[in-house]
């Protein structure tokens, strides 16, 4: 038998085992539910089953001293001490005991006993003079316990809770006692229906916080779009460091203007603290990206907005956040408008390049057809002439590549020169200028950037002055300083404009194209970066100079420097 309840232990350790490594095997939404369920039906359990004890020996003592108060009552009738000196219960009496029995729920007997505990009267219908189990104490006045009564119709002792109290006169004599009981069977019977009753009432309060408790995770999982907390959370990471790998900026806010998300792209463009949380703060109190408020009220996006954060220029896109087209917040779109200009201006030094060399190709063309024709025509004479012109600004160009050692620049100083001849202009380089290969002041995209735009403009300005037009450029760079002049004598400017050329947008020219006003503005933004200084004297009529000067150095010059200088 023991060796059988062992194997019945091991079997349900085995059983139970199994259920929770399921569980811990399950999603964390049914481990939840799950624990939150066996916690539901423990906890109410054993609060059900405090609540259901207490209850039932409360109505125990209720029905005792229902029977003790019955049994006082009875012994201070009159007709009953009337009936135990006669020894004989009247009609009356019986009529009066058996309407208080029929009458009470929760009495079942009322007996009278003799001293003798000969039975006067019982409801139960036990014959007279039967002898009734009981021994009364004298020195208490009531008593209760259990006792049996008679036997039922099959013969089996029927056992009652009563209470018992003396009848005496007035001096004290006993005369008898008065049983009042309860069934046994009837207490029994009360106590499963209370039970009954509490056993609905957990059922029904297991079911409904088992239903509540689905209904709630029901209602989170689907608010995490079906994903198990711990993925939801490794996604949310995972977002988190795309957002934050981004080289745009982002700053969102909610409806209350406290930051929501804050990358670290946008911390690094604004100069912020690196390590520090700024979610949950108010946009007010950094006092950085403000359109976001005005985006958060009027609901309406603003782009391309320029601002500026210390040494950083910034694009800033400021677009409202809708839920079923509400405005639930605001987000700001950052970009760096340094790192866009600086790629503007290097596209825009290889377009002066290129366009260098298309003028450079195109001009050689012409050149060698020139001399074709002259060959053909059997013109040899002109045609050694022609040479010999021809040589003459080839020597001009040696001087250009002598003196500009800086590749790149010499083939854009060259390309402009043939650009200006197709003009009817001359380029001229001054023959003290001097540009190493390597300059510490700007780089060679820069240089590209400045000569290029100079050069053109001059070329535009001269090309329709009513005598020859001429160019000198000079461009010279040693330990103290680089200098760059560029002197026409072209159309010149106006003085009430000399002060606005250098504005994004602004252009003389007549023909409106999007590409005016940017040039003169991108060598502006080159030199105030640089810290250097830019001149303009110009005269209408007589031409224009522009002189450039910068004595701040990007780099001292070294080998190290100067391998990492890029080629152009």
């Not at 029901?218 to 981004?246: C, H, Q, V």
């Not at 202009?425 to 190493?436: A, N, P, Q, R, T």
Request: hydrophobic share 40%; glycine share 6%.
């Amino acid at each position: 038998m023991f060796v059988n309840f062992l194997k019945f232990c091991k079997f349900c350790k085995l059983k139970i085992l199994r259920f929770f490594s399921r569980i811990k095997a399950g999603p964390l939404f049914f481990q939840i539910f799950i624990v939150n369920a066996a916690i539901s039906i423990v906890t109410i359990s054993l609060v059900s089953i405090i609540i259901l004890s207490t209850n039932l020996e409360r109505t125990k003592n209720i029905l005792i001293s229902n029977c003790e108060n019955m049994a006082n009552s009875l012994a201070e009738n009159y007709i009953i001490y009337d009936a135990l000196v006669s020894k004989m219960a009247t009609t009356k009496l019986i009529s009066y005991l058996d309407n208080i029995v029929k009458n009470s729920s929760t009495i079942d007997s009322i007996t009278i006993i003799d001293t003798r505990r000969i039975c006067l009267y019982h409801y139960a219908g036990i014959p007279e003079e039967t002898e009734i189990p009981i021994l009364p104490l004298n020195n208490k006045k009531i008593q209760t316990q259990i006792i049996e009564i008679g036997k039922d119709r099959k013969g089996r002792p029927v056992k009652q809770l009563c209470s018992f109290v003396s009848i005496k006169t007035e001096s004290g004599v006993i005369y008898g006692y008065a049983i009042v009981g309860i069934s046994l069977k009837t207490l029994h019977l009360l106590n499963q229906s209370y039970i009954l009753r509490y056993f609905l009432i957990v059922l029904a309060t297991i079911f409904t916080t088992i239903s509540t408790s689905y209904f709630i995770f029901s209602k989170i999982r689907k608010s995490l779009m079906g994903y198990e907390p711990e993925s939801f959370a490794k996604l949310f990471s995972r977002k988190t460091k795309i957002l934050d790998n981004l080289e745009e900026g982002l700053i969102s806010i909610d409806l209350a203007g406290n930051i929501t998300v804050c990358t670290e792209s946008a911390k690094k463009l604004f100069n912020l603290k690196k390590n520090e949380n700024y979610e949950g703060r108010s946009l007010k109190e950094l006092n950085i990206c403000m359109n976001l408020i005005s985006v958060l009220e009027s609901g309406i996006a603003e782009h391309n907005i320029p601002q500026s954060a210390g040494k950083n220029s910034l694009i800033i896109n400021f677009v409202p956040l809708k839920e079923y087209d509400n405005v639930i917040g605001a987000v700001a779109i950052i970009r760096n408008h340094t790192t866009l200009k600086n790629m503007a201006e290097e596209l825009t030094g290889f377009r002066f390049v290129v366009e260098a060399l298309r003028s450079n190709m195109h001009n050689f063309k012409n050149e060698m057809h020139i001399l074709l024709g002259m060959l053909q025509l059997e013109e040899y004479q002109l045609a050694m002439d022609y040479i010999t012109h021809f040589n003459s600004l080839q020597t001009s160009q040696n001087a250009v590549i002598k003196n500009i050692q800086n590749k790149t620049i010499a083939a854009l100083i060259l390309g402009k020169t043939n650009e200006a001849k197709e003009q009817g202009v001359d380029l001229l380089l001054e023959k003290s200028s001097f540009l190493e290969r390597h300059n510490s002041y700007l780089s060679t995209s820069q240089l590209t950037v400045i000569l290029g735009n100079l050069l053109e403009n001059s070329i535009e300005a001269t090309k329709s002055a009513k005598m020859a037009g001429e160019i000198k450029l000079f461009i010279n760079s040693d330990d103290s300083c680089l200098r760059i002049n560029v002197d026409d004598n072209g159309c010149g400017v106006p003085a009430e404009i000399q002060d606005r050329i250098f504005e994004r947008g602004f252009s003389t020219k007549t023909e409106k194209k999007e590409n005016h006003g940017i040039g003169l503005d991108s060598v502006n933004t080159i030199i105030k970066n640089c810290k250097g200084i830019i001149e303009i004297d110009s005269a209408v009529g007589e031409g224009t100079s522009i002189s450039i000067r910068i004595n701040q150095k990007r780099w001292v010059s070294s080998p190290e420097n100067i391998a990492g200088e890029k080629e152009q």
